[in-house]
């Protein structure tokens, strides 16, 4: 439904039929399950590549790092062709890429080697996720939006299942050169399924601050910028998505090595173990973003005090297990209930960056999103642990290493405070009548 007066539009039904919208939701899910597949087969294999050549924990760490700085370099970039050249199109190249980079790591005979074609994944990864979360956006209703992505994103947790699973076991039996080359075919038929999904019409960047008469022209680079970090309420989502993902990050790349030290579990026995943690981690994805949306109804600041209050929560339940709790089955269970809760950001981030900026730039500010949360959460959070493992073990860096939730939950609750604003200053954009339809919802 459009409200043409207002200058914008509700839209309570699909932009498609059910069906197509459900079609793209699967193929995106599956794009971004086969994604973190590749991005956490090599944590299954740092026992074997520490091993076989000698690495650091620091080294090991760099292996998860690498892909989402070069995914921070290029999210932005990639996102802003993908929003003016369609999405579609940019995402089945994008999967091309990421997967074929995922092929090369299987040649690779040395650390070094190994670094540069991880990079190139996050290459190919970069504005991935962004890009395919501005279709959903569209094709699904504006009440569903934190759920459906929530759903979406969920799939980045049972990809990292499968790559820890998959690392450990085809490593364990083929050699893990094997594994990369087996994980990273999918991906190839994927993205030329994903040709048949329907974009919807680029919105035109115009600027409502300028002049009647220069409204019309597209609106500049610096503007892009100034638009993406204008509303308060997408800067606090931007940061606190990020200082919580430093320590999804952290346990998700450690766990299995932490596993394989402490309990004495053989690489592909603590993959598995490590496998439970991430999939409580997916099923808090989906809860936690139906709960952010249900709450946003009777007040929509909810949509970040929800997440706000389960990254409170991760730093006590995580600071109990690893801090107080020697090895053993009531540790590994408060483990478990940690990464349910870690997790509550990952839907509703998104979708509160997309809700508050001009829709002509959706896909860029689901971007920025990636862009502060891979330098400033995936990329330093694995980095960090790797070094204070190194200097004091890695039970203490897992124990620290959460203290980031804490600031994950202030800046959440501080952007709360002006997310409602921001929500009517989008709402109040004029935007031409054959362009509202397209930025409906």
């Known amino acids: 439904m459009i409200d043409v007066q207002a200058g914008t539009c509700s839209r309570s039904d699909y932009a498609v039929s059910r069906p197509r919208a459900w079609f793209a939701f699967t193929l995106a899910f599956l ?171 680029t919105v035109s960047l115009v600027d409502e601050d300028a002049p009647a008469e220069e409204r019309k022209r597209p609106m500049r680079p610096r503007r892009v910028v100034r638009e993406l970090f204008r509303p308060r309420s997408g800067v606090a989502a931007y940061v606190g998505g990020a200082l919580q993902l430093v320590t999804v990050s952290t346990v998700y790349a450690w766990l299995p090595s932490y596993l394989h030290r402490y309990y004495g579990l053989a690489g592909a026995e603590a993959g598995v173990w490590a496998a439970l943690v991430i999939v409580a981690g997916s099923l808090g994805v989906i809860l936690w973003s139906w709960v952010a949306d249900r709450m946003a109804r009777r007040d929509p600041r909810n949509k970040l005090r929800v997440p706000a209050g389960c990254a409170a929560v991760t730093v006590v339940v995580f600071a109990a297990a690893f801090g107080l709790l020697p090895p053993g089955t009531l540790q590994f269970l408060l483990i478990i209930a940690g990464g349910f809760m870690m997790t509550a ?11 508050v900026v001009h829709p002509g730039l959706r896909a860029s500010a689901g971007s920025m999103v990636a862009v502060v949360q891979n330098l400033g959460g995936l990329g330093i959070g694995p980095l960090i642990a790797g070094t204070l493992s190194d200097a004091y073990g890695l039970q203490t860096a897992l124990t620290v290493m959460p203290l980031s939730c804490l600031l994950a939950a202030a800046s959440l609750l501080l952007g709360a405070r002006s997310y409602e604003r921001d929500l009517e200053r989008v709402a109040a954009m004029p935007l031409p009548r054959t362009e509202a339809a397209s930025a409906a919802g």
């Not at 950001?345 to 809700?355: C, E, L, N, R, Y």
């Open 31 to 201: 794009l971004m399950a086969f994604d973190y597949i590749d991005r956490q087969v090599v944590v299954s294999m740092f026992p074997y590549l520490k091993a076989e050549w000698g690495l650091s924990d620091k080294q090991l760490g760099a292996l998860i790092a690498v892909i989402s700085v070069t995914v921070a370099v290029g999210a932005l970039p990639v996102s802003l062709v993908a929003d003016r050249c369609g999405r579609v199109k940019c995402i089945a190249v994008m999967a091309t890429i990421w997967s074929l980079a995922t092929i090369a790591c299987g040649f690779a005979r040395s650390h070094a080697q190994l670094l540069a074609a991880r990079s190139l994944i996050g290459l190919g990864e970069a504005g991935y996720g962004p890009a395919a979360g501005a279709i959903l956006s569209h094709l699904f209703p504006a009440r569903l939006r934190a759920t459906v992505i929530g759903g979406f994103l969920a799939a980045a947790s049972v990809g990292s299942v499968l790559g820890v699973i998959l690392g450990g076991v085809i490593a364990a039996r083929w050699g893990w050169q094997s594994a990369f080359g087996i994980v990273g075919i999918p991906g190839l038929m994927l993205a030329l399924l994903f040709l048949f999904v329907r974009d919807y019409r």
């Open 345 to 355: 950001t990952t839907g509703s981030i998104p979708a509160v960056a997309i809700d």
